[in-house]
Nanobody, 126 residues
Framework: QVQLVESGGGLVQAGGSLRLSCAAS????????MGWFRQAPGKEREFVAT????????RYADSVKGRFTISRDNGKNTVFLQMNSLKPDDTAVYYC???????????????????WGQGTQVTVSS
């Protein structure tokens, strides 16, 4: 049974930083691309960042480029999202996700992902 468990969310002032973690189990983590998405109140879930199974290639939404960094530790079956220079518009529930197949090309599209975590709340105050 695949499980993705996010942690690290919280309340932070604008300009601050948070580091999210997503611990994976039940799948050969080092063979899977991973993604981070977020959903703000009243809005659709949107793409934030992806990373290939080796960690060698990353992609970001324009809204977070230069401020957020996705990384992974395959030895610990964990993917991270370092978030710096946070803005109130970054307030959302953040989800990690894994595609259904090994060695998938990372995608920005939600339907390309099969397994999702429960999410972690990030609130940025102004």
């Amino acid at each position: 049974q695949v499980q993705l468990v996010e942690s690290g969310g919280g309340l932070v002032q604008a300009g601050g930083s948070l580091r999210l973690s997503c611990a994976a189990s039940g799948l050969p983590f080092s063979m899977y691309a991973m993604g981070w998405f977020r959903q703000a109140p009243g809005k659709e879930r949107e793409f934030v960042a992806t990373i290939t199974w080796t960690g060698g290639t990353t992609r970001y939404a324009d809204s977070v480029k230069g401020r957020f960094t996705i990384s992974r530790d395959n030895g610990k079956n964990t993917v991270f999202l370092q978030m710096n220079s946070l803005k109130p518009d970054d307030t959302a529930v953040y989800y990690c996700a894994a595609p259904p197949y090994r060695y998938s090309v990372p995608s920005r599209d939600l339907p390309s992902y099969h397994w999702w975590g429960q999410g972690t709340q990030v609130t940025v105050s102004s």
